[in-house]
């Protein structure tokens, strides 16, 4: 939204020749860009990247030479009729629209919310895995009992029989590892007793990871159908997720919050303005034919 703000002050500043009778270190013909142009355009980007833009004198200096461009650009389409053709024109219209509509909402809807601190510690509590700083990590050792390919349901109803044997014998006594070494058809794991060491989410199969982050330690899975086979489970230990102190991101939870709610406010805006101008839209026309119906 700031580039398209930045093209509309462009054009409205540059493509005729105007200019504040200031320092001008910008011209081409009879464009010239001052340098009060240019730290008003500046003014206009987002809080950090105006800040980067102002500490660096190379990125000012390539936001003023984009400007030049996009002003000398903008000359050649008028020239040549492009903002003529109807498919520029709407596209111009739709611009200026989501322009004055960022603008409007901004104004009207969001200069006047802020979050106390209290809102500021809910949002960090109820979004606490926006924070994270460690994983949360299990230890976890399996026994695989390969699948033939394309399996009947008698083939896999054998496999998981033999699976659940080992697991009676292992809750009768038997220890895990042994059982491992003698009966898994993981050769990555086989000979360490099937110790998987620790892991973190996203490292195994979503079957695999959804039974085993779900498990309590010392627990033993039934059995697990992935693409490899079948899998007996043994959480063997579990680490927290460590998250990142309140005190050391209270701004930035601050600012999360803070967009958090301008989004609320504005759909709040938006679901009372259709309402009041008894706006229909004919959502199973679009949703039908998405979906090929």
């Keep these: 939204m700031k580039k398209i703000g930045t093209i509309l002050l462009l054009l409205f500043y540059f493509s005729t020749g105007y200019s504040l009778e200031k320092k001008v270190i910008a011209t081409a013909g009879d464009l010239m860009i001052t340098e009060d142009d240019l730290n008003r355009i500046i003014e206009y980007y987002e809080p950090e990247r105006k800040q980067a833009i102002e500490q660096n004198p190379q990125m000012k200096l390539m936001v003023l030479k984009q400007i030049v461009a996009n002003s000398l650009i903008y000359r050649l389409a008028e020239e040549s009729k492009f903002l003529e053709r109807p498919e520029i024109k709407e596209q111009i219209k739709l611009i200026k ?49 390969r699948l033939p ?42 000979s360490r007793g099937g110790d998987l060491g620790f892991f973190g989410r996203g490292r195994m199969v979503k079957p695999f990871e959804d039974a085993v982050f779900s498990m309590k330690v010392g627990e033993i899975s039934n059995p697990i159908q992935t693409n490899f086979g079948i899998h007996i489970i043994k959480l063997e230990d579990k680490k927290e997720a460590k998250y990142k102190s309140f005190e050391k991101i209270s701004d930035q939870v601050k600012k999360r919050a803070t967009e958090e709610k301008q989004k609320k406010a504005v759909l709040t805006y938006m679901e009372n303005l259709f309402k009041n101008k008894k706006v229909h839209i004919n959502e199973e026309a679009i949703l039908q034919k998405s979906s090929g119906k």
């Design 149 to 190: 390919p394309n399996p009947t349901e008698e083939e896999k109803k054998k496999v998981i029989e033999r699976a659940e044997n080992i697991i009676k014998l292992i809750k009768d006594g038997a220890d895990f590892g042994e059982m491992a070494k003698i009966h898994s058809d993981d050769p990555g794991t086989k």
């Design 97 to 145: 629209e989501h322009f004055v509509t960022s603008l409007f909402l901004k104004e009207q809807v969001l200069k006047d919310i802020s979050v106390d601190e209290e809102e500021v510690k809910n949002y960090y509590h109820m979004h606490l895995n926006e924070f994270i700083e460690v994983p949360e990590q299990v230890r976890a050792r399996h026994i695989l009992f």
